[in-house]
């Protein structure tokens, strides 16, 4: 009898693969004109004191359906609300930011927050993200990142 640790088990269903494009996902794209355009809008809210609401802006239009410069930008765009935030507030009042997220927002500020910890900016920011990412899982619990590790759609 074969050991059946060995056997491989992609190969008896070769029917059941998902190739790349099955993992896209069903939805508009984003071009990169669009995501430049809502980062002056994201800027303009910023200067102006806005912070939640750009945090909702940014937060609510994810290009998941885009090249790779424009989730970049994106990614950036969403780094410098965080930063703005967390400089114009203290640590404990990002907690009251986070609460007033909807769950789909609190969602894909986790995408963000993971994104932005593999970028080299956001190495040199890691406990600035460590914070929003404490302060997140201690409101809405571990559902964002089992949510995160499971969603094809990526930031």
Do not use: C
């Not at 050991?3 to 059941?16: G, T």
Request: charged share 25%; no cysteine; aromatic share 8%.
């Amino acid at each position: 009898m074969e050991d059946w640790r060995r056997i491989d088990i992609d190969a008896l269903e070769p029917e059941n693969h998902l190739s790349k494009e099955d993992l896209i996902p069903d939805l508009p794209a984003t071009s990169y004109d669009q995501i430049a355009a809502l980062s002056k809008q994201v800027r303009s809210s910023l200067s102006l004191g806005q912070f939640l609401q750009a945090l909702v802006l940014v937060l609510d239009n994810p290009p998941y359906v885009a090249d790779e410069q424009t989730k970049t930008l994106h990614a950036e765009t969403v780094f410098e609300v965080l930063i703005s935030i967390r400089n114009n507030h203290n640590a404990n009042d990002l907690s009251n930011f986070i609460k007033q997220l909807d769950s789909d927002q609190q969602d894909t500020l986790v995408k963000y927050l993971y994104k932005n910890m593999s970028t080299p900016f956001g190495a040199k920011q890691g406990g600035l993200l460590l914070g929003w990412f404490e302060k997140t899982v201690e409101i809405t619990g571990l559902g964002p990142i089992a949510r995160f590790m499971t969603d094809r759609r990526t930031v």
